[in-house]
């Protein structure tokens, strides 16, 4: 399987989702599945059902996890030397040309991308377009409404 990049937040943030599920979820679900047990038949019973669909859902993220951490290639831009460039785990200030809006974005691994939070996804069209560019290049990013200019602005390895 080959390496995915990720960020050490978005290492520690799955770490510790991973800590949930298995020390707080898996118990709960294990919980309710042995109490809908003792309601007796199982063919009709409700919550027996809801609850082993929930262990089902809880397993498969566990395991989505785990596969996701052990191969993980985590980057810690703030242990590079800052060369200017745009690279993964970079933040990066850039400036729409045509509205003049300043935006700062921080490029992350697929699992980590909120847009809303202005982390954007190594894979998506606006970092494609970042990477290996530098403070005052101009980059053209393809939107679905067309063409955007962007100035860089600032890159900065936080």
């Known amino acids: 399987m080959k390496q995915i990049p990720m960020t050490l937040l978005g290492a520690e943030s799955l770490r510790e989702e991973l800590e949930f599920l298995k020390s707080v979820r898996r118990p709960k679900i294990i919980s309710d599945i042995a109490e809908a047990r003792a309601h007796g038949d199982l063919k009709e019973n409700a919550e027996y059902h809801a609850a082993r669909e929930q262990q089902g859902f809880c397993e498969g993220r566990i395991q ?24 993964f785990g970079a933040t990066v200030k850039v400036m729409n040309l045509e509205t003049e809006e300043e935006v700062t974005y921080r490029i992350v691994g697929d699992d980590e991308a909120d847009f809303k939070q202005n ?30 200019e962007f100035e860089i602005l600032k890159v900065e390895y936080l």
Do not use: F, H, W
């Open 119 to 148: 982390l954007i996804s190594i894979n998506s069209p606006m970092a494609r377009g970042l990477i290996g560019k530098e403070a005052d290049d101009v980059v053209v990013i393809k939107a679905p409404g067309g063409d955007i």
């Open 64 to 87: 989505d996890i785990e596969a996701k951490l052990s191969n993980a290639q985590i980057i810690d831009v703030t242990k590079m030397p800052n060369t200017g460039r745009v690279i």
